[in-house]
């Protein structure tokens, strides 16, 4: 059992981690503000403090040139079209699959914060179409599991820092999580749906417990694409 980030333990789960296979990509997906870097940060902790190779990334990666442009559009410094924007987000993916996919080979779990759904759902919710939008996603690592945190668009509004960047607006983000609810349901076998409203202990509890189920039962699976 993965222990609570202050003891460091081993287990058979654990020693079969340490064993050569391969990591886990496992992701966060949500509306603005539903608490995916606060509990992604969380479970990275938890992994490294079990001993468990981990790394966490966030999309967009806004380091890269691309990601800049995207910052710039996002802090509404920058216009661009729909269509340019969506293909930006998927192209900062891309640019860094080779990277994901030799660390996850390595037996590194990786830990993201956002992934191609956040890219579909926001596009989707502007009124482009769904397919179009999924179109440049496929062949990009496919995620072991997906953690949704969904939540109201009422109750995240409520939360610190909301309405700084381009799209926290309540009516918007009401639409993005309807695109995630479908998105859901049609891909339910790794995607994991957790109520964001309840206290980040008892969500954080809730997420290590399918955690630690995963990890060993993933490490001899080959890596597998979005199709
Ligand atoms: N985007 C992204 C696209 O359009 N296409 C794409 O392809 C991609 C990848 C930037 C924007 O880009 C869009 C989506 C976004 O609009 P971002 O940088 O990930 O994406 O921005 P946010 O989702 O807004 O990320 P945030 O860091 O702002 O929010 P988080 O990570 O979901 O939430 P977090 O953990 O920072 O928590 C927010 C607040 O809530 C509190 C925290 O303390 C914090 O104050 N909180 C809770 N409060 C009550 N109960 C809980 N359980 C709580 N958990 C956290």
Redesign the pocket.
């Known amino acids: 059992m993965l222990q609570p980030s202050y003891i460091v333990i081993t287990t058979p789960a654990i020693d079969k981690m340490r064993a050569g296979k391969r990591g886990a990509l496992i992701v966060f997906e ?1 509306c ?8 992604s940060s969380r479970l990275v902790e938890l992994l490294k403090a079990n001993g468990i190779p981990v790394l966490p990334m ?3 990666d806004r380091s890269s040139s691309i990601g800049k442009d995207i910052n710039s559009y ?1 802090t509404n410094s920058k216009d661009l079209p729909d269509e340019v924007i969506h293909l930006m ?1 998927s192209a900062n993916r891309w640019e860094l699959v080779n990277q994901m996919k030799n660390k996850l080979l390595e037996g590194t779990t990786l830990i993201v ?3 191609s759904y ?2 579909v759902a ?2 989707a919710a502007k009124g482009l179409n769904f397919d179009w939008c999924y179109a440049p996603e496929r062949g990009l690592i496919k995620p072991d599991a997906v953690f949704y945190l969904k939540a109201s668009a009422d109750d995240l509004t409520n ?3 909301y309405g700084e ?1 381009r ?2 607006k309540v009516e918007f983000q009401r639409r993005v999580g309807e695109v995630f609810d479908r998105i859901c349901s049609k891909e339910a076998s790794y995607w994991h749906q957790f109520n ?5 202990d008892n ?1 954080h509890s809730q997420i290590v417990t399918i955690t630690e189920e995963l990890l060993p039962k993933v490490a001899t699976q080959p890596l597998d694409k979005l199709s």
């Open positions: 949500g603005d503000r539903s608490g995916k870097t606060t509990q966030n999309f967009p996002l987000f914060d956002r992934y956040s890219g926001y596009s939360r610190g820092k960047e799209y926290e964001a409203s309840q206290p980040a969500l």
